[in-house]
Every structure is written in structure tokens, then in C-alpha cells.
Nanobody, 118 residues
Framework: QVQLVESGGGLVQAGGSLRLSCAASGSIFSFEIMGWYRQAPGKQRELVAQ????????NYADSVKGRFTISRDNAKNTVYLQMNSLKPEDTAVYYC???????????WGQGTQVTVSS
């Protein structure tokens, strides 16, 4: 059973930083791609950033480009989201997801709350 466990959320003032972590229960190379999504109250879940586990190619939502960085640590089976220059509109529950290579199943973590105060 694949498990993704997020951590690192919290309350921060505008302009501050947070680093989210997503720890996978097995090797991240079992996944083709991993990503971070977020969902604010009353809004649809949206993509924030993605990274391929092999090449490490990345993709970002326009709203976070230049402020957020996604990265991976293969040895720790963990994907990170470094969030800088946070804005109140970044407030949301942030979810990690992963697309499994063999089955093409998509797995989600339980989410972690990020709140940015103005």
C-alpha cells in the first residue's frame, strides 16, 4: 500500500517561507512523477508544481513561479516544496500526489494546511 505523508505546513506571515515535505512509503522511483496541489476554501484543487523522479524535470503554476521550488531527495524518498515570499492567496491545504509507473494509479497524501496572514 502506497502512502504519502506530508508535513511542514503551518501559519506564517506574508513574505515568509515554509518548506513542505512529502515522504513516500517506498522508493520514489516507483513513481513517474510527483507533485504538489493545493485547494483553498470554495475553490478547485489546482496544480502547484511537479517533478519527474528520473530526470528531475519540473513544472510550476504561473502563480508560484520564481517563489516556489520543488525538489526531491532520492535517498530519503522525499519530495519537497520550498515556498518563499508567501502571499495570503497561497493559503490552502497542500496535497502531495504521485503517479505510479507500473499501475498508473494516482496516490494522494492527506494534506497539510498552509495559512499566510497579511
Amino acid at each position: 500500500q502506497v502512502q504519502l505523508v506530508e508535513s511542514g505546513g503551518g501559519l506564517v506571515q506574508a513574505g515568509g517561507s515554509l518548506r513542505l515535505s512529502c515522504a513516500a512509503s517506498g522508493s520514489i522511483f516507483s513513481f513517474e512523477i510527483m507533485g504538489w496541489y493545493r485547494q483553498a476554501p470554495g475553490k478547485q484543487r489546482e496544480l502547484v508544481a511537479q517533478i519527474t523522479t528520473g530526470r528531475g524535470s519540473t513544472n510550476y503554476a504561473d502563480s508560484v513561479k520564481g517563489r516556489f521550488t520543488i525538489s526531491r531527495d532520492n535517498a530519503k524518498n522525499t519530495v519537497y516544496l520550498q515556498m518563499n515570499s508567501l502571499k495570503p492567496e497561497d493559503t490552502a491545504v497542500y496535497y502531495c500526489n504521485a503517479l505510479e509507473r507500473s499501475s498508473l494509479n494516482l496516490y494522494w497524501g492527506q494534506g497539510t494546511q498552509v495559512t499566510v496572514s497579511s
